[in-house]
């Protein structure tokens, strides 16, 4: 019995309080109650590199040792529909650049980078482009305009504190004249 079987029954059974055994050849896909479960020979081999790579057919997980920068190369999208890739950067000096093939995109990026140690991405890709569905990635930028605004608003909301606490003083002194 293949891994996947094991798992569509683990989910049939959770499902429907009843073990179903289908069996399913690679590709073929199966939905039960708005579920799609697609069937894929996966090989969860860990492939280590210590160098710029492109990546292949024959990857899924992926780690990348380098100790400086160093280029992970996306394949072709249109002719890898549906595959999926996890990439770590294992260094704690490497920034890890992940770059879409030609002008394919990273949810609407050319590149994406893994700049910390043990960070790492689960991307899939639709046939035309490639989408981040997982992992403990980051986008910098995003992070600082996040703090910015909140730094902004709390700025804004300390100076209307000083105003009142000032109104306050002055009341208080008006008061003890």
Known sequence: MAAYDKIIDGIITLLRGHHTRHELDGGDQMSLA????????????????TSAQTLTADNYMVTINASGNTTVTLPAAASHAKRVYTILNAHSTGK????A???ETINGDSTI??????????????GTQWFIIGGVYVKIEEL????TEVSRKALIELELIKKCLKKMSDLDLK???
């Open 113 to 126: 980078s893994l700049t910390l140690q043990y960070q790492y991405v689960t991307i899939i890709c639709d």
């Open 101 to 103: 093939n030609n002008s």
């Open 34 to 49: 708005g579920l799609t479960v697609l069937a894929q020979d996966i090989d969860y081999t860990l492939n280590e590199y």
């Open 144 to 147: 600082i305009m996040e703090h």
């Open 96 to 99: 890890v650049t992940i770059d």
């Open 175 to 177: 008061e003890n004249e």
